[in-house]
């Protein structure tokens, strides 16, 4: 069974770069769709994009231009970076693991990682 | 933008009983629909995929059942690790939550 854990500064000040690393053990990271979802304090999921060993990326329209997402396979670990960031960026973080049933799903979630944006 | 509404915000129940929660789609965009568990500390856990789908290790208690822009989950009978925050997902332009129904213990 898959298992992902969080990590990264818990503290980014404003106008910086929010840099996070997810940890995957108990399967490939070069077979399936790795993601990054955050919740807001008091706001619903929201997913911020996927990205697949082959190439592919998919990212939210609204946070597209200030993410990057990358893999390193030889350490089982995939990245997000976000950059720019402001108050509004301050949420739990959670890596997941995104399979294609019918649809998109995220079947394997790590605990997350609280990041507050303040100076 | 597709917007997934979800009924009640809170159900207050007692072990045992029957839980039914509802997730609406301002438009209809997809007939798959997943529902995700939340419990405090720890990350959302898939239960339900494709509407009707129980995702692995899913207890047969947990059924999801709609189409269109009306999907429900179903907890047969509580039991005492089923209080928690339930989500709904779908994939508009990508994918998009809802804002949660908490079942709390009455």
């Known amino acids: 069974q898959v298992q992902l854990q969080e990590s990264g500064p818990g503290l980014v000040k404003p106008s910086e770069t929010l840099s996070l690393t997810c940890n995957v053990s108990g399967g490939s990271i070069s077979t399936s769709f790795w993601s990054w979802i955050r919740q807001s304090p008091g706001r619903r999921l929201e997913y911020i994009g996927y990205f697949y060993y082959g190439g592919g990326t998919d990212y939210n329209l609204s946070l597209k231009s200030r993410v990057t997402m990358s893999v390193d396979t030889t350490k089982q670990q995939f990245f997000l970076k976000l950059t720019s960031v402001t108050a509004a960026d301050t949420a739990v973080y959670y890596c997941?693991?995104?399979?294609?049933?019918?649809?998109?799903?995220?079947?394997?979630w790590g605990k997350g990682t609280l990041v507050t944006v303040s100076s | 933008e597709v917007v997934l509404t979800q009924s009640p915000a809170t159900l207050s129940l007692s072990p045992g009983e029957k839980a039914t929660l509802s997730c609406r789609a301002s438009q209809s965009v997809s007939n798959y629909l997943g529902w995700y568990q939340v419990k405090p500390g720890q990350g959302p856990r898939l239960l339900i995929y494709d509407t009707s789908k129980r995702a692995t290790g899913i207890p047969a208690r947990f059924s999801g059942s709609g189409s269109g822009t009306d999907f429900t989950l179903t907890i047969s009978s509580l039991e005492p690790e089923d209080f928690a925050v339930y989500y709904c997902q779908q994939r508009s332009i990508w994918p998009l939550f809802g804002g949660g129904t908490k079942i709390e213990i009455k």
């Open positions: 997941a693991r995104a399979t294609w049933f019918g649809e998109l799903f995220f079947d394997s």
